[in-house]
């Protein structure tokens, strides 16, 4: 079973506006979680992170929620951008050692 | 969902001897998995593609001698260190690709293996 979920494959948004992305996890124990942005060909790379003790951490245009109550956390970006277009992983981990990936959610900033 | 398996979880090793990592698709069939390798700040370096019944194809720098990648069926890869080094230390993750997901590049990600050689 996967205890890390993006619900969405794709999502299209409009250059300037705002990206959500959305991730729910299933296993309590999880107590940091990452973001990772991949482009086509290339490995995944670090984006954005929060711990357990936080409920939001924001980075530039990047800011991450969690809802511990929930299991969700939803990346932000504003505003968004062409060059932000790529595929964005949720991960999740707990003591900081294995890392669970969701499946990915491909975003698109239309110009 | 989909499952990828990777064993063992954490494996320790002297140096000089060769560690075996499985990756399993546990519910579907792979013709295609990824061999990644986290560094410092957690980002993941592509290290190999490996497709089921062709060898796999490596990124520049990656030591295809020293890194043995053998994609044996549709469900399994294994990703050999050889002659294990203290540097080779790190988070192994690997990746299937599922054909029949919604993205093109749909890759489910097994938990990773902690490789420590001493």
């Known amino acids: 079973d996967q205890q890390v979920k993006q619900n969405s494959p794709s999502l299209s948004v409009q250059e300037g506006r705002i990206s959500i992305l959305n991730c729910d996890y299933t296993?309590?124990?999880?107590?940091?979680f990452l973001w990772y942005k991949k482009y086509p060909a290339e490995g995944p790379t670090f984006l954005i992170s929060?711990?357990?003790?936080?409920d939001k951490n924001e980075d530039g245009r990047f800011t991450v929620f969690l809802n511990k109550s929930a299991k969700h956390l939803s990346l932000h970006i504003v505003p968004s951008q062409p060059g932000d277009s790529a595929v964005y992983f949720c991960a999740a981990t707990s003591s900081y050692d294995k890392v669970i990936f969701g499946p990915g959610t491909s975003l698109s900033v239309i110009p | 969902g989909a499952v990828v398996s990777q064993h063992p979880s954490r494996v320790i090793c002297k140096s000089g001897t060769s560690v075996k990592i499985e990756c399993r698709s546990l519910?579907?069939?792979?013709?295609?998995m990824f061999w990644y390798r986290q560094f410092p700040k957690k980002s993941l370096m592509l290290m190999a593609t490996?497709?089921?019944?062709?060898?796999?194809?490596?990124e520049q720098g990656v030591e295809k001698d020293k890194f043995l990648i053998n994609h044996a069926s549709l469900t399994l890869s294994t990703l050999t260190v050889t002659s294990a080094h203290p540097e080779d230390s790190s988070f192994y993750i690997c990746?299937?690709?599922?054909?029949?997901?919604?993205?093109?590049?749909?890759?489910?990600f097994g938990p990773g293996t902690r490789l420590t050689v001493l």
């Open positions: 490996s497709n089921e019944g062709s060898k796999a194809t490596y």
């Open positions: 929060i711990s357990s003790i936080k």
């Open positions: 296993n309590s124990m999880f107590d940091y």
């Open positions: 519910d579907f069939q792979a013709t295609t």
């Open positions: 990746s299937a690709r599922d054909p029949g997901g919604i993205l093109a590049d749909t890759q489910y």
